[in-house]
């Protein structure tokens, strides 16, 4: 049996060191900035796109200055995040859909969030949970990674993981998860070559695949 709530304060006690990406997502305490930054850091890795979103930061903060933003001037700020062009196209359209039909609000389901384009699942809670500070499970290639690893889910994509982690997992941890498994995946549990001698959680890991 799996004590994920010995897993969950063991891996706050580690304190591990969180990448700067993940420290300014924590720091939003807006569901927009949530929102435009996740859409930059999908198929790229925290080191480019921290420094990507603080160039796009500058440009502006707000729907309506994204709205009348030039994409090829907001593509040239966040280069060289994956697929730069089509996120700069993305989060102008996005902005300008947001000030015509939403009043300039992001909105805060899950169902109205994936109806924007290039919005899935994953962002659309991350935005509820860091944005919201509502009860989501954002599940990204850690997430799913590390639950299967453990054995706490036997699941074959990110999706089903989140479904089963909403039947199984405590409302009470969904907010922090994502922080606490990204960092542990990009600290110890890694892809290849996981350092199991030095994780917090060793003793509640089934090692699967390993």
């Known amino acids: 049996m799996i004590d994920i709530d010995k897993i969950v304060k063991n891996l706050k006690n580690a304190k591990q ?9 924590d720091s939003f305490n807006d569901p927009y900035l949530v929102l435009i930054a996740c859409i930059l850091s999908l ?4 080191r480019t796109t921290y420094p990507a979103t603080l160039r796009m930061l500058e440009l502006g903060k707000t729907p309506e200055d994204f709205a009348k933003c030039d994409p090829e001037v907001l593509a040239k700020a966040i280069y060289p995040v994956g697929f730069y062009t089509n996120k700069a196209k993305q989060i102008v359209e996005l902005s300008k859909e947001l000030v015509e039909k939403y009043n300039s609000r992001v909105p805060d389901s899950i ?15 991350l935005v509820l949970s860091e944005g919201f500070h509502k009860p989501a499970i954002c599940v990204d ?8 690893r453990i054995g706490y ?21 969904w907010i922090d998860i994502n922080s606490l498994l990204v960092t542990h995946g990009q600290n110890v549990c890694k892809p ?4 199991c001698t030095n994780c917090p959680i ?3 890991c089934n090692r699967i695949n390993c």
């Not at 169902?111 to 809670?125: D, I």
């Not at 994509?157 to 941890?173: A, G, I, N, Q």
């Open 43 to 46: 198929r790229t890795n925290d």
């Open 153 to 173: 889910v036997c699941t074959k994509t990110p999706e089903e993981t989140e479904f089963t982690l909403r039947e199984k997992l405590p409302v009470k941890y």
């Open 111 to 125: 169902e109205e969030l994936v109806k924007f384009k290039g919005v899935g699942r994953k962002t659309a809670n």
């Open 192 to 195: 290849i070559k996981p350092q």
């Open 141 to 148: 290639v850690h997430v799913h990674r590390i639950f299967n």
């Open 202 to 204: 060793s003793q509640y």
């Open 17 to 25: 060191p969180q990448s700067d990406f993940v420290k300014l997502m």
